[in-house]
């Protein structure tokens, strides 16, 4: 090796883009634990150095959390939340964790005074997550798309009105995450 170099080379000592050792973490180590990899390092010549670099354990583990909600369906048609109208979103929820979240489900509920007949009241099937994705739940089925919720915004509401919606996650694991996002009324 030429003096500042360095090179990758595997178990066969065949230089390549892969691995050169292969170790396998308990389950039961806790994340940002550092594990100390010790180097002994000899040339032809019979010069050794030795050496220490530490592989740090990383998280993967699933977060949940609300990323933005669409206006896919309303009466007049124009996709915007207005007093006095049946809207339609589509809302999307996003793993922001690295590890998978399996069998996704959430229940959607508002005490807001100024919304009527929020569905489903039942829980809704999301899926699986891999870490980074986001999507919608399918609660139904209405004007030739689906959607996530629905309700109807009393005729009372004014423009700006914030309407609270908030959402209770589970996972297959019975991990469980709150949220809550605000719908404002145009």
Do not use: R
């Amino acid at each position: 090796m030429a003096a500042g170099s360095s090179k990758s080379v595997d178990d066969e000592g065949y230089s390549y883009a892969g691995y050169t050792i292969q170790f396998t973490v308990s389950n039961t180590t806790p994340a940002g634990t550092q594990i100390p990899i010790n180097i002994s390092i000899v040339d032809e010549s019979g010069n050794t150095w030795t050496d220490t670099f530490y592989a740090v354990v990383g998280s993967e583990t699933a977060e949940m959390a609300y990323d933005k909600y669409t206006v896919v369906a309303d009466y007049d048609g124009d996709k915007k939340v207005e007093k006095g109208e049946q809207v339609y979103l589509q809302v999307f929820l996003k793993n922001i964790g690295s590890g998978a979240a399996n069998s996704v489900k959430a229940t959607f509920s508002s005490s807001s005074s100024y919304i009527s007949g929020l569905s489903p009241t039942a829980q809704i099937d999301y899926g699986n997550f891999t870490g980074g994705q986001s999507k919608y739940g399918q609660g139904g089925y209405d004007f030739s798309v689906y959607y996530t919720i629905m309700f109807t915004v009393s005729s009372s509401a004014t423009a700006g009105t914030q309407i609270p919606i908030n959402i209770s996650i589970v996972d297959g694991s019975s991990n469980t995450w709150s949220e809550s996002f605000n719908v404002k009324v145009e």
